[in-house]
């Protein structure tokens, strides 16, 4: 028996990852337009992931130290997608919605402090 899908899914080939590479800059321009967050960290990791570059470290130290900035816009926008879930579903105060919000917060949190770590640990390693 054929599974029902949505008629806004792609088929496959050339097609959907074009499809896909359109989608993913729509959501790209989505985050820098309505996601203040998002801004905030792109202003704080493009800027570090050209020190990474810049400084006289091993290459898997710049992958290191640039993946971690990679990690935070991903998560963050991983919480703005489950944001606008929640808000579609809802705007009306409900105790799972705070939490599904909390939960995607907690997670950036934890995304800055990992990447906070790996900047502290490579740069005292490599400089004090």
């Not at 496959?12 to 959501?27: C, E, H, K, Q």
């Not at 309505?34 to 800027?47: L, N």
């Not at 944001?83 to 919605?97: C, G, K, N, Q």
Request: charged share 20%.
């Amino acid at each position: 028996m054929e599974q029902p899908s949505s008629e806004f899914k792609s088929k496959g080939g050339l097609g959907r990852i074009v499809g896909a590479f359109r989608y993913s800059m729509a959501g790209f321009r989505a985050a820098c337009q309505h996601e203040h967050a998002f801004r905030q960290e792109v202003m704080v990791a493009v800027p570090a992931a050209v020190v990474a570059l810049l400084l006289r470290i091993s290459a898997f130290e710049k992958l290191a130290l640039i993946g971690v900035l990679g990690l935070v816009l991903l998560v963050e926008l991983i919480n703005a997608a489950i944001e606008a879930v929640v808000d579609r579903v809802s705007l009306e105060r409900h105790p799972l919605s705070k939490a599904a919000k909390d939960l995607g917060s907690a997670a950036v949190a934890l995304a800055i402090t990992i990447a906070a770590a790996t900047w502290a640990v490579v740069l005292y390693n490599r400089f004090f």
